[in-house]
């Protein structure tokens, strides 16, 4: 179970939030007084930070710029019990984190994500991000069996512990793919909750770009599952190959059933190269999906031991003195 008093963290990747931040951290802060609310200035060269140090929040900077560094580093740096990951431009409602809390607090989710897709303004959305949305959450619930709704969301909550067993390697607005891919992998459980998503403010600007951004979020999607589900993805590149050599095949087979005799010679030598490749990829797909599986193993072992050497450490220590 949970800690009875768990201590909490808003964290706030930032990039050019100068006409919501103050708002986003006030809200937060009449929500939950008891979190601490960190402010991550993505290279900003507005009154962001100011801005959000003089309303109470601790705010430290990234140097490195894009969305990814920005929640691999506050993952490194950020000790709480439960994270809750929230854009600076005001578009989620802080009343909502009641809803992701609750099923952390109750030990029943490791990842927590408000669903923008049931309750949402006129203007929220750019044009194609819904059916893109719709199209990579199909993918990915496809291969991995799960009932993701909005891939796509800055509003999550996590764990301390799925937090640290989440790396992010990505560097852009493609992070929230990783970790939902990262989270599935590992055997988190994931949660959704719906959530009212709003336009943005006036005088307030997205960062996206929907072609460049959505690129980068299908390639980081081929990607991991290529690297992370390599039989399924091997295994369909070879029963594609096994199909087009038997359409390869066809006219040498008929013609060597008829006539004793290939004249077809090229088409032949195709359908064999292919098969040959079919083969190869499903054998490849076998041998990269055991590998995964040893590693997964032993990330489970290392995790279970550091997890043992910190529980040993702790109930080793002498009460303090009362």
Known sequence: MMNPNPSIAVVIPC????????????????VLPQATIYVYDNNC???????????????????RQGKGF??????????????????????????????????????DADMMVASRLVTYGEKSFRKFHVTGNRLVCGIINWMFGSNI??????YRAFTREAAARIPITAHGFDVETEMTLQALYRGLVIKEVPAPYRARPEGSFSKLRTFADGFAVLLKLFLMLKSYKPL?????????LFLLALVAGARPVYEYAL??????????????ALMILSFLSVGLGLLLNS????????????????????????????????
């Open 259 to 272: 006539e004793r005799y290939v004249h077809a010679v090229p088409s032949a030598i195709l359908a064999a």
């Open 149 to 154: 709704s909005d891939i796509f969301s800055g």
């Open 232 to 240: 399924t993805f091997f295994g369909l590149c070879g029963i594609g």
């Open 15 to 30: 990039y050019q939030e100068e006409k919501t931040i103050g708002k986003v951290i006030a809200d937060f802060r009449r």
């Open 70 to 107: 920005v929640v691999a580093t506050l993952f490194e740096q950020v000790d709480a019990d439960i994270l809750v990951m929230v854009d600076g431009d005001d578009t989620y409602e802080a009343e909502a984190v009641e809803l992701l809390l609750r099923p952390i607090l109750n030990g």
């Open 45 to 63: 060269t507005d009154a962001t930070a100011e801005i959000a140090r003089n309303a109470g929040a601790v705010v430290r900077r990234e140097k």
């Open 291 to 322: 590998v995964n599986l040893r590693l997964l193993e032993l990330e489970k072992l290392v995790d279970k031991r550091v997890g043992g050497n910190v529980g040993a450490r702790h109930s080793a220590e002498p009460p303090a003195a009362g």
